[in-house]
């Protein structure tokens, strides 16, 4: 995963990024969860609540950012796992093609 010119080998290391750059693009999400307390949604990056939210409702940017922080693993097991009960049947069908076609 490259987020910004550095590799990261696994989800860990990027969690671990400078606090200033997390923060400053976890702010990009922040319209996503208007009716949810912030400091909760930025405690569990990984529910699948989160995910599925992000899944819904994110725009191209918001997807980006979101992705860089979790790391495609993180979609696809949501996706096999709570995907098709979260997510709309579009909003499913759509990812579950993306993630297809990304993995070939």
Known sequence: M???GKTFENKKEVIKMKPQ?????????KPL??????NSVENNLES?????RVLELANPEQFRVYSSLVGDNEFKNFLKEKGQK???KRAYNYWKLY???KIK
Do not use: M, Q
């Not at 997390?22 to 990009?28: E, G, M, Y």
């Open 2 to 4: 490259n987020t910004l």
């Open 21 to 29: 750059l997390r923060k400053r693009n976890l702010r990009k999400l």
């Open 33 to 38: 969860f208007w009716d949810y307390d912030w």
């Open 48 to 52: 699948p609540f989160v995910i599925a």
């Open 86 to 88: 979260l997510l709309s």
């Open 99 to 101: 993630y297809e076609k």
